[in-house]
């Protein structure tokens, strides 16, 4: 690689020589990524060189010595994905849909990950090993919706994932193929033709979900990535995880599902943040984020609202946390609350 140009920063020395942490800082740096992966790839690299963007960027990139200490609830596997993996590499939860794990390489690692005990170094899933998680999929007809994740499959190159696309393609019952991602904000540069055509070598329906968690995620390199695989014909869904400090403001929020409808992409959920190790504070609690989606609610677009949605500690599934607008009242009616919390009677029809 040629020496002047921008890479990828793994180690606490590296963010020290880039000045993105202090001498004193170095230490406790050194101590989190013994223990969890770092990378601040070129494009975060500038995101965090912005002063104006950098304490709620910052918070999300840069390790914390808060990182290593725990809090009631933390589990190791937060959604108890170990026992819904039927083979490496492949997570089957709900009957319709199963995640296939092609990699646990990330573009950047975000220090409150739900999978950040798996994501880093295990690296990407040997050809038998791939083998086998195609088979299952082949071999269960129920599966209708096939989730790419990880890790972050677009790390993968355009030739690897053209071989997955190809595969899930000659699969009848696979009907969509869903692509979880972070890299349209990581490494937008990723995003090229090369990429795009591998993405589209399937006849199914392909959709992209786009892990972004502020509207400074949405720098013009982001924007111009999102605006190839639109044009492509590829729909896009936001992911964003509510988290203290970066998006806990009904402002922040509202600002950063503007940026996202207004760059194509539809926020699809807000994630109440998993219990994994080291994330306490992040945490935001759940009542905090009912009232935040509830002022959402009064203040934009209907395109601009995602779904709050809290994964069941243990396994058991995702359900919506949205506030109630509805409750049932004696006589057999409803009371509906508007935006502005005044409640309406609301009666319901005899049969
Ligand atoms: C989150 C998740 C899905 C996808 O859920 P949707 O509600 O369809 O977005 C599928 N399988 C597993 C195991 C999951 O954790
Ligand atoms: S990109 Fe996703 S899987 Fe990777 S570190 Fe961030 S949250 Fe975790």
Redesign the pocket.
């Known amino acids: 690689m040629n020496d002047l140009a921008p890479r990828t920063l793994t180690t606490a020395d590296d963010l020290a020589r880039a000045g993105l942490i202090t001498e004193d800082e170095r230490g406790d740096v050194v101590r989190v990524t013994a223990r969890y992966?770092l990378a601040v790839p070129p494009a975060v690299h500038d995101l965090l060189r912005n002063a104006e963007y950098a304490p709620a960027l910052r918070r999300q990139f840069i390790p914390s010595p808060q990182e290593l200490e725990s809090s009631p609830g933390e589990n190791a596997d937060p959604i108890g994905d170990h026992a819904h993996a039927p083979v490496k590499g492949i997570v089957h939860r709900y009957p319709d849909r199963a995640l296939l794990l092609p990699t646990l390489t990330?573009?950047?690692?975000?220090r409150?990950?739900?999978?950040?005990e798996d994501?880093g170094s295990q690296g990407v899933l040997s050809p038998a090993e791939m083998d086998a998680a195609l088979d299952y999929i082949r071999a269960t007809p129920a599966i209708w919706e096939v989730i790419l994740?990880?890790?972050?499959p677009l790390v993968l190159s355009a030739r690897r994932i053209g071989e997955i696309m190809r595969a899930l393609d000659d699969i009848p019952h696979v009907q969509v193929i869903r692509v979880?991602?972070?890299v349209p904000v990581?490494m937008p540069e990723r995003i090229d033709a090369g990429l795009i055509a591998a993405l589209k070598s399937t006849g199914k329906a392909v959709y992209v979900a786009v892990?972004c968690n502020h509207a400074d995620e949405i720098s013009p390199a982001m924007r111009a990535a999102c605006g190839r695989l639109s044009d492509a014909g590829i729909p896009l869904l936001a992911q964003t995880?509510l988290l203290r400090g970066v998006n806990d403001s009904v402002e922040t929020l509202e600002t950063l599902m503007r940026g996202l409808v207004a760059t194509r992409i539809k926020p699809y959920y807000l994630h109440q943040l998993d219990y994994a190790p080291g994330t306490g504070h992040f945490r935001v609690p759940v009542e905090e984020g009912r009232a935040l989606v509830k002022a959402l609610r009064g203040r934009v677009s209907g395109l601009a609202q995602p779904t709050y949605i809290l994964d069941i500690p243990g396994g058991a599934g995702k359900v919506p946390l949205t506030s109630g607008y509805v409750s049932a009242a004696d006589d057999g009616s409803f009371a509906i609350e508007d935006p502005s919390g005044n409640l309406h009677a609301y009666p319901t029809r005899a049969e």
């Open positions: 992966a990330c573009a950047v690692y975000c409150f990950c739900f999978r950040r994501v994740t990880g890790g972050d979880h991602t972070r990581a892990h995880v």
